[in-house]
C-alpha cells in the first residue's frame, strides 16, 4: 500500500539555520506529493506541493523536489526563523486507477526554532 | 470567505456517552475528509464523503464510529459509547474536487476526551 516514512523529531534549531526534513514514499504509479504545516492549536496548512516527477515545489523560503529514482520529497529552508516552529507533514496522494481519493500523511515532523 | 468550520473545538465525554462533530466545509466545496490525530502520531485517514455518499471508510473503526453528509447541514462524525482510546483530535478536510492536483483545506480541528 501507499505510505510516507518521515524522518523521526523533534528538530531544534537555531535561528537563521539550514534546515531539511528527510520525506520518503512508497506508492504504486507517480503520486502526487505534499508537505503540510501545522502550527500549535491550529489544523494543517499546504505549504507546497509537486506533481510530477523533478517538479520542484517552493513556498515561504521552503523548497522540495520530487525525486523518482529515491522516491524522495525531501524539505529544505536556508534559513529558518522562529516563526517556522511547527509540526511539518509529508504527504502523498496515489493517481492508481481506482485508487481512494485520501491523502496519506507521514507522522510529522515537529520543529523549533530558537531565537 | 470562511474556511472550514469545526465543532465543537473541545469536548468531555465519560466513557459510555456519544460524541458527534459538526464540520461545515468551505464554501463550494462538496468534497469532505475526517482525519484522526493521536498524541504523538500523524493524521489517520478515517472516512471520505460527497453530498449524501460515503466513498471511502475504509480508516473508520468497525464499530461505534459513523459519518455523514447530508444534503443540507454540516458533515456529522459520530462516535458511539465511547472509551477513552477516543481522546484524539479529529480534523476535517474539504476540496472543490478530488484531491488529485489540488489541495485540502482542513479546519481547527475538534480535540475529544473521554473522561
Known amino acids: 500500500g501507499n505510505s510516507v516514512t518521515q524522518m523521526e523529531g523533534p528538530v531544534t534549531l537555531s535561528e537563521e539555520a539550514f534546515l531539511t526534513i528527510n520525506c520518503t514514499y512508497t506508492?504504486?504509479?507517480?503520486?502526487?506529493l505534499f508537505w503540510y504545516v501545522q502550527y500549535p492549536g491550529e489544523g494543517l496548512q499546504l505549504l507546497l506541493k509537486?506533481?510530477?516527477?523533478?517538479d520542484k515545489g517552493s513556498n515561504k523560503g521552503f523548497e522540495a523536489t520530487y525525486r523518482k529514482e529515491t522516491t524522495s520529497f525531501h524539505l529544505e529552508k536556508g534559513s529558518v526563523q522562529v516563526s517556522d516552529s511547527a509540526v511539518y507533514f509529508c504527504?502523498?496522494?496515489?493517481?492508481?486507477?481506482?485508487?481512494?481519493?485520501?491523502?496519506?500523511f507521514g507522522k510529522g515532523t515537529k520543529l523549533t526554532v530558537n531565537p | 470567505n470562511a474556511g472550514v468550520m469545526q465543532n465543537p473545538r473541545h469536548l468531555v465525554r465519560r466513557r459510555g456517552q456519544e460524541a458527534r462533530l459538526r464540520c461545515s466545509p468551505m464554501?463550494?466545496?462538496?468534497?469532505v475528509y475526517w482525519y484522526r490525530q493521536l498524541p504523538e502520531e500523524g493524521l489517520k485517514f478515517m472516512v471520505y464523503?460527497?453530498?449524501?455518499?460515503?466513498?471511502?471508510e475504509s480508516g473508520m473503526p468497525k464499530e461505534r464510529f459513523s459519518a455523514e453528509f447530508p444534503k443540507e447541514g454540516p458533515s456529522i462524525l459520530r462516535i458511539q459509547q465511547v472509551v477513552r482510546g477516543d481522546s484524539a483530535a479529529y480534523f476535517c478536510?474539504?476540496?472543490?474536487?478530488?484531491?488529485?492536483?489540488?489541495?485540502?483545506?482542513f479546519g481547527e480541528g475538534s480535540r475529544l476526551t473521554v473522561l
Open positions: 504527504a502523498l496522494k496515489s493517481h492508481d486507477q481506482g485508487g481512494s481519493e485520501k491523502l496519506v
Open positions: 478536510a474539504s476540496s472543490t474536487t478530488t484531491v488529485n492536483t489540488g489541495e485540502l483545506f
Open positions: 506508492a504504486t504509479g507517480y503520486p502526487s
Open positions: 464523503l460527497q453530498k449524501e455518499n460515503i466513498i471511502d
Open positions: 464554501k463550494g466545496h462538496s468534497h
Open positions: 509537486a506533481t510530477k516527477a523533478d
